[in-house]
């Protein structure tokens, strides 16, 4: 009698099981107030470790077309607490900075996408997880693809 109740509380943990798996989701809360969830699920690549993920974080602002322009701020990695999934979290933009070049002040404004400040973040590329990524309503999250060349080059001794 004790084995079928194993027996039994095994085949039901075990069917619970897939429900965990099919919606991976379920580990990221949803977003605060103010706050919007993106998520992108990459696809599967031959041989992930060879790949990353840039994650871009802005806003289209209209512009004048000839200065650059860029948001303070950052991207933070947080670990989901009892999962150990890694989410991006942008708080606030900070501030639009630029150039000030001289620009023709008649020249039309064009809308251009401005992104925050600083070096290319880069992820790890994981197709089994989504990346989920928490930002203030009205930013958007873009991304980019990285992959190596297959060969190590060597370098010349100097």
């Not at 809360?29 to 992108?40: K, N, S, T």
């Not at 002040?105 to 790890?124: C, D, N, Q, T």
């Amino acid at each position: 009698m004790r084995l079928v109740a194993t027996i039994a509380a095994l085949v039901v943990w075990g069917m619970a099981l897939p429900s965990h798996a099919a919606d991976p989701l379920q580990a990221f809360p949803p977003a605060e107030a103010g706050m919007v969830r993106h998520v992108l699920q990459l696809p599967k690549q031959a041989d992930e470790s060879a790949v990353k993920v840039e994650l871009i974080v802005g806003k289209s602002v209209l512009l004048d077309a000839q200065n650059r322009y860029f948001f303070g701020g950052r991207i933070q990695k947080e670990d989901i607490k009892g999962w150990g999934y890694p989410r991006y979290v942008v708080g606030a933009l900070g501030h639009m900075a630029g150039t000030q070049m001289a620009v023709d002040p008649s020249a039309p404004k064009v809308e251009r996408f401005v992104a925050l400040a600083g070096e290319p973040y880069l992820i790890r590329y994981n197709s089994r997880l989504p990346v989920v990524v928490y930002v203030p309503e009205g930013t958007e999250v873009r991304y980019r693809i990285w992959k190596a060349e297959p060969q190590a080059k060597p370098v010349a001794k100097g």
